[in-house]
């Protein structure tokens, strides 16, 4: 399957990365590492999230940080839509 990044999605990870990476760029290269990692996988297993709040979507929470990749899977379409990236300290949107 695809990989597809929403602009959201891509501007919250940036955001993230770029916070950690105030005060420790290591820490941040690290961080975006293990996002890329994970959400790399669900181009085999696409199921691999739990299940959503949001009817439609799953949740890929990223081992060993503080973050939740939000994302759909379209099957026929082959793809996998990665939507949001949160800080599990982040309220959770609408």
């Keep these: 399957m695809l990989i ?3 602009p959201k999605a891509m ?3 940036d955001e993230l990365i770029d916070y950690i990476a105030e005060e420790n760029l290591r820490a941040a290269i690290d961080q975006d590492s293990r996002i890329e990692a994970q959400v790399n996988q669900l181009a085999v297993h696409p199921e691999i999230g739990h299940a959503g709040r949001k009817k439609g979507t799953r ?12 994302y759909r ?9 990665i ?11 609408a």
Aim: charged share 20%.
């Design 73 to 81: 899977v379209h099957p026929k379409a082959k793809r996998v839509e």
């Design 59 to 70: 949740e890929l929470v990223i081992a060993r940080t503080n973050f939740v990749v939000i």
């Design 4 to 6: 597809a990044w929403l």
């Design 11 to 13: 501007a919250n990870r």
């Design 83 to 93: 939507i949001r990236v949160l800080h599990t300290s982040q309220a959770w949107p």
